[in-house]
């Protein structure tokens, strides 16, 4: 019967939550490269391989961070990437590769990556992780319910990327990271505010600014040169 109940107290949150105001604010993203931007012209050609992992966990109900399904990545990822790879000027040609937990089953995959590793001159390993708690999360939730969504009531996700650039020889040349917050504030009267903080949005300037900063500053270093 309480398993019934705590059902119910859900899907009434949820419908509540999609029927009601909802205003998302991004904080400011920590690593931030301070240095001004310089490019690397006079660099030789280079091939890169891209492989990125998308994990996501809600601390206090997930043991370890789990991997995304190709449908679970943000939106619009691959219109991200490709804007921010305008920021390399020595990029001669690329290839991509997305990390699936059903690659462990997965031979043919597992060869692929290997073999695309051996082509390319360098590796930027990118692992982007999306977190939540559970406890403030989930009494968030009931809070929403009781109130009819009169009370303000926040929500904060944690995101972070960390980059790795290796040589053709396997040999890490650099690592980097950048982090920040969304806080999604759910009340009826916020739906005025709304348009003005839609939270897609904020999501998507996130993931922007991270790939650009991290590309950024790898162009300015020059650590990619032909060996």
């Known amino acids: 019967m309480k398993t019934i109940k705590l059902v119910l107290l859900l899907l009434a949150t949820s419908f509540v939550m999609m029927t009601t105001g909802c205003a998302t604010f991004k904080s400011e993203m920590k690593g931030v490269y301070p240095s001004p931007p310089e490019k690397n012209i006079a660099a030789e050609p280079v091939s890169v391989l891209f492989n990125f992992s998308h994990f996501h966990q809600t601390k206090g109900l997930d043991a370890i961070p789990k991997l995304d399904r190709p449908h679970e990545r943000v939106m619009g990822f691959d219109d991200f990437f490709k804007d921010a790879l305008k920021e390399f000027s020595n990029i001669r040609s690329y290839d991509t590769f997305t990390d699936y937990a059903a690659d462990v089953n997965d031979q043919a995959r597992r060869i692929k ?113 032909k060996l």
């Open 113 to 225: 990556k290997d073999s695309l590793m051996q082509q390319n001159d360098y590796v930027i390993r990118m692992q982007f992780v999306r977190e939540k708690s559970f406890a403030p999360y989930f009494l968030g939730m009931i809070t929403t319910s009781i109130s009819l969504s009169l009370i303000p009531v926040p929500y904060t996700f944690s995101y972070s990327v960390t980059a790795e650039v290796y040589n053709s020889r396997g040999q890490l040349l650099n690592n980097y990271s950048r982090s920040a917050s969304l806080t999604k504030w759910v009340q009826s009267l916020l739906i005025v505010i709304y348009p003005f903080y839609p939270e897609q949005r904020k999501k998507e300037e996130l993931y922007v600014q991270f790939m650009h900063d991290i590309f950024k500053q790898i162009e300015t270093e020059k650590i990619m040169k």
